[in-house]
């Protein structure tokens, strides 16, 4: 029985132990830069930078001494809603720093009298403000001697100047749709300068759920998003997938079954984009549509999402000759184009239309929407050293070559396992750079529709500061934000993103969009990281003394680490439902959908697929405990047959 349980042991080591899978080489590039957040995570301290704003001196201007100010925040005469509201907001956060009440008037130019003034947008009192600088919906900071004036060219885009001077010459931080991080600087001296902060894409999204909510998609400058829906998309008409919209089956079908190709159900899947009658019905509705909405800028008409393209002659004969299904479609968006000029006409290059058809061009006012969906996270574009990220790299490229404006739609989560550790946080600076050498003017980051996913509140703080600008330094951005979210956890959470990133930037081959933890038990999700994960976050958790904002924050983290315990890929039934108890406990107190893009709702997870999981583990356990027993047995059968068989040729042979 002692040997039986032996072998048990090993098989369930062996399990536990897979081995490491690196890149080819160390030279090979995955991108330029390696987390180092703990190196950074002292960099800023409140009480220093209060005594530093508390010192004034030639060239500088005081703003608040003491609590107290006598500026006012003037605003246009006939100021929109927008515009009275972000003066308002303005003022409430100047009135929280200073820790006063009432300061920061906020007047309309009409009652202004006279004073020290923050003038918000175009009033009368910044028409001799240079402005010429500023570029898309980007904004001027001028600090005087007793004025202040914060401008963009379109005074609806004011937010954005807003929020920037609070953070680029305050210090605030706007770090999660519940948490502002508003420093306590009673006393203010600003150096007396002009500074413009333009965005390096003009248009950008994260698509992530919390992004969308109280309005923090503002405050993180994510012009394409718009508030609570993160499905609608500002500035666009049509979005994506839209082809029905314009040719629908229920209309068209039954008098026209040709217009349409169709899955193995019989269903109608796509449109015949060669068969002359469907595009002036196409035309047609665009224009209904923009009539209906014309301030719209974009409008999309893209394939639907799946795979059944046309397979007739005139499409055959296209893809033939083009070498990509695009072939059938870029005429159309071409011609769409050339009819409304004064919009941008979008498509999808995506599925069998993500390769540039042979032999075409795009009309200037065409934006071509390139979704790399079968692409990884860990090598970036911008070097291409793996084959996902190489053809990648190549359709970029080849589309800027025949296009003005390209909009990435990047996907930066894992989709299969929403809440499993992602650590790809160091190769989306060198994306962005590859982006911006190749005609790309707007950028959708894809996370996910629902709540409390793994890291979407940073992740969705660091892309968004990345996409304004890119020349952001990651490590420093992502220490303050721990910092001043975290406070006396911050160093551990550190520890944690670093160990992470370290280990799978030198132990994984990919990191895939639909990976799983299992897939990352011989490198960053290794049994003994994750033993060294839930150290630091149980660190990090004691460290906070029971302050319920930070510990819950801390929680959630925790329930990644926990979800990665899990789903190990070894046989330590014990530790899994260990994991598991606690995983249940959490999830009384934090709203969490789904653990998947698509599937089991949470609650089914907790009672139906993880315990199904554990039945799996138990029962290979079981096999493993059972195979050393029957092998035995076997053996023992076999023995005493040829036992038998020895015995019985001895007895039957003749006598000598």
């Not at 296009?403 to 929403?418: A, E, G, H, K």
Request: hydrophobic share 40%.
């Amino acid at each position: 029985m002692k040997k039986i349980i032996v072998i048990v042991l090993s098989i369930i080591t062996a399990l536990t132990c897979f081995p490491a899978f690196g890149a080819e080489s160390e030279d090979e590039l995955m991108s330029s830069e390696t987390l180092d957040i703990v190196s950074h995570i002292n960099d800023y301290d409140e009480n220093e930078a209060r005594t530093r704003f508390a010192q004034g001196g030639e060239g500088y201007m005081c703003l608040a001494e003491n609590g107290a100010s006598g500026f006012s925040v003037v605003y246009p005469h006939g100021a929109s809603d927008t515009v009275i509201s972000a003066a308002a907001e303005l003022s409430g956060y100047l009135n929280d720093i200073i820790g006063a009440n009432g300061a920061f008037a906020v007047i309309p130019e009409s009652a202004f009298t006279g004073g020290a003034f923050i003038s918000l947008g175009h009033t009368a009192l910044s028409s001799g403000v240079d402005t010429s600088q500023i570029r898309d919906d980007g904004y001027l900071i001028r600090v005087d001697e007793d004025q202040i004036f914060i401008l963009t060219l379109d005074d609806e885009n004011i937010y954005n100047g807003v929020y920037g001077f609070l953070e680029d010459q305050l210090g605030c931080m706007f770090v999660r749709e519940d948490f502002d991080y508003v420093p306590d600087f009673p006393t203010v001296y600003l150096e007396q300068a002009v500074a413009v902060s333009n965005p390096d894409f003009a248009w950008r999204k994260v698509f992530q759920y919390e992004v969308a909510q109280n309005g923090w998609y503002r405050k993180l400058k994510n012009n394409g998003a718009v508030a609570q829906d993160i499905e609608k998309n500002a500035g666009w008409g049509t979005w994506c997938h839209s082809s029905f919209t314009f040719v629908d089956p229920q209309e068209y079908q039954t008098t026209h079954p040709e217009y349409f190709s169709y899955n193995a159900d019989g269903e109608p899947a796509q449109l015949c984009l060669t068969n002359p009658e469907v595009y002036p019905i196409i035309e047609e509705k665009m224009a209904q549509l923009m009539a209906a909405e014309p301030d719209k800028k974009y409008w999309d008409f893209s394939l639907n999402d799946n795979y059944d393209y046309c397979k007739c002659e005139n499409c055959a004969e296209v893809l033939e000759k083009t070498g990509s299904m695009m072939g059938t479609m870029l005429p159309v968006i071409n011609a769409l184009a050339q009819r409304f000029p004064d919009k941008i006409i979008s498509t999808l290059a995506y599925f069998y239309n993500e390769t540039v058809p042979k032999g075409m061009m795009c009309e200037d006012n065409v934006n071509i929407v390139l979704c790399p969906i079968n692409t990884g996270q860990l090598y970036s574009y911008k070097y291409g050293a793996s084959e996902k990220a190489f053809k990648t790299k190549e359709l970029v490229e080849s589309w800027s070559g025949v296009c003005q404006s390209l909009m990435i739609w990047d996907y930066v989560i894992d989709f299969q396992n929403l809440l499993m550790p992602y650590p790809n946080f160091d190769v989306q600076k060198d994306n962005h750079e590859f982006y911006m050498q190749n005609n790309v003017k707007a950028v959708f980051h894809q996370g996910s529709r629902e709540k409390n996913d793994e890291m979407a509140r940073l992740r969705s703080y660091v892309l968004s500061k990345q996409l304004w600008d890119n020349d952001t330094d990651v490590s420093a951005l992502i220490a303050k934000y721990l910092n001043v979210t975290y406070g006396r956890a911050a160093v551990y959470v550190a520890d944690y993103m670093d160990i992470m990133n370290r280990e799978l930037k030198y132990g994984a081959e990919d990191l895939d969009l639909y990976d799983s933890v299992a897939s990352h038990s011989g490198d960053y999700l290794s049994k003994k990281n994750n033993d060294k994960y839930l150290e630091l976050i149980n660190n990090a958790i004691t460290a906070v003394n029971g302050d319920e904002r930070i510990t819950r924050y801390l929680e959630e983290i925790k329930i990644n680490i926990l979800y990665a315990v899990m789903n190990e890929g070894n046989l330590l039934y014990s530790r899994k439902q260990d994991a598991f108890s606690q995983f249940i406990t959490l999830m009384q107190t934090h709203d969490i959908e789904q653990p998947h893009e698509v599937g089991v709702t949470m609650q089914e997870y907790i009672s139906t697929e993880y315990p199904q999981v554990l039945r799996n583990t138990a029962h290979k356990i079981t096999a493993c405990v059972a195979a050393p027993v029957a092998a035995a047995g076997i053996a023992a059968a076999v023995a005493l047959i040829v036992k038998k068989t020895k015995r019985k040729k001895k007895k039957d042979a003749p006598a000598k």
